[in-house]
């Protein structure tokens, strides 16, 4: 601001010169970066510029003019989307492999004549072919003929609640599950998968009438964050086979 002093000293007046105007409003780089964006010919009108522009390249830590800066940055998206595709491929192989693995044990399934079996088919299959250290399973409501079998064993009602409960499978920390307790061997198991057993599709509302229990004493083998789509298939799977008891 200007301050004008007239005769007399009678009138102080205080005037705004341009100059005051751009020192108490800077440009930001916001301004600069608005500016270019909203006059994309700026280079074209001032291509001098651009030989003249340099960066510190985040890996030589040296300066750098402008087409190689762009050049980096070109190889850092072709590196990245390079690790994206051998990332999905990996996932493909694995996915296949899974698959595989899922029709194997539902082939064994469909071979095993004596109802009566396929608890016991289940478990060693499942045990085999997805190389889970432990797994138990217990059934109700099944028919007369099959209440004798081991996984027709009593269960409380306070775990088929639970397991009825249960609209996908349960990922986590053994907590001291009743499920556990169907194990073979209980003790030193870190994290549990229970899988509801009921009619229908994964998800019904239909009453469980069983459950299988996966157990590791690997801690984060059955954690709470994995996906459960396998798991429900290995459910879905598994109700359909068992129901040949019920």
């Known amino acids: 601001m200007a301050k004008l002093i007239y005769p007399n000293n009678l009138t102080l007046l205080t005037m705004t010169t341009p100059i005051n105007q751009a020192l108490a409003n800077p440009i930001t780089e916001d301004d600069i970066a608005n500016f270019l964006a909203n006059n994309p010919d700026f280079f074209q009108r001032h291509a001098e510029l651009l030989a003249t522009v340099q960066f ?14 762009q050049a980096e940055m070109l190889r850092e998206k072709i590196k990245l989307l390079e690790q994206r595709i051998m990332e ?22 469909f071979l095993t004549i004596n109802p009566a079996e396929l608890p016991t088919e289940i478990v060693r299959e499942i045990q085999d072919q997805f190389a889970v250290p432990q797994v138990g399973l217990r059934l109700w409501g099944l028919a007369e003929g099959y209440a004798g079998i081991p996984a027709a064993q ?10 009825t409960s249960l609209n996908e499978p349960f990922c986590g920390l053994n907590t001291g599950f009743e499920a556990v307790s169907w194990l073979d061997q209980p003790t030193g198991m870190s994290s549990l998968a229970l899988i509801p057993l009921r009619s229908g599709v ?24 994995m996906g459960t789509e396998f798991l429900a298939r ?13």
């Open 56 to 69: 510190t390249s985040p890996h030589s830590h040296r300066a750098v003019s402008l087409q190689e800066r």
């Open 154 to 163: 009593a269960v409380s009602e306070d775990a088929k609640v639970f397991a």
């Open 202 to 225: 994964a998800g019904s509302s239909a009453p469980a009438f069983g459950m299988l229990v996966l157990a590791s004493s690997d801690s984060q083998r059955f954690n709470s964050s």
């Open 88 to 109: 999905m491929i990996r996932h493909g192989n694995e996915n296949v492999l899974l698959s595989d693995k899922i029709l194997r044990w539902a082939r064994s399934l």
């Open 234 to 246: 290995i459910g879905e799977i598994a109700s359909a086979a068992l129901s040949r008891l019920r």
